[in-house]
């Protein structure tokens, strides 16, 4: 009794089983019969019939469902490359500050020597006033250029926290 009670219990295990991967997967047979007829069914064709095309897709999804998880997938793609694109941003912001900060040290120090060099006596200072002033004048445009590469850093860094895209420069009120 107890043996019958227990190869029930294993044969409704195994219908359960099978009626499970049935319901989870369904594979559509493409065959052709005897006479040359084409059919498309659910079950495996018949030992004389030529095989044509076996596919197996998710009973339990619709076409619908598996069109928004994949739409889904691809939106979540796209968000970890946005983030990506603006963490390397911020990453190329952060390097152009620098290099702009070195390009702007290294002028400072060029017009220093020039007024040194040329500007010790009034005499001099005038004669190479120009030369000065040229140089002063390529250490104030290479601080301002430092000062806008900082702050497009500044803003690329705040965007890849934030998590936004770059955003449209605001108007003055």
Known sequence: MAETARTLGLAGLLVAAA??????????????????RLHLTDAPPPAEARLQDVVEAEA??????LRLRRLEKRRQEERREAAEARERRAREAEEAAREAIRRAEEQ???????????????????????????????????????????????????EAR?????????AAP
Not at 19 to 36: I, M
Not at 162 to 169: F, K, V
């Open 19 to 36: 009626a499970l991967s049935a319901f989870a997967q369904t594979k559509v047979y493409t065959w052709t019969d005897a006479r040359g």
């Open 60 to 65: 339990s999804e619709g076409a619908e469902e």
């Open 108 to 158: 400072e120090r060029r017009a220093l020597e020039t007024r040194q060099r040329f500007g010790n006596t009034p005499s001099r200072r005038e004669q190479f006033k120009y030369r000065i002033r040229a140089e002063e004048e390529r250490a104030a445009g290479a601080r301002t250029e430092a000062e806008q590469a900082l702050e497009r850093a500044r803003t690329a860094s705040e």
């Open 162 to 170: 934030r998590g936004a895209g770059p955003r449209a420069p605001e």
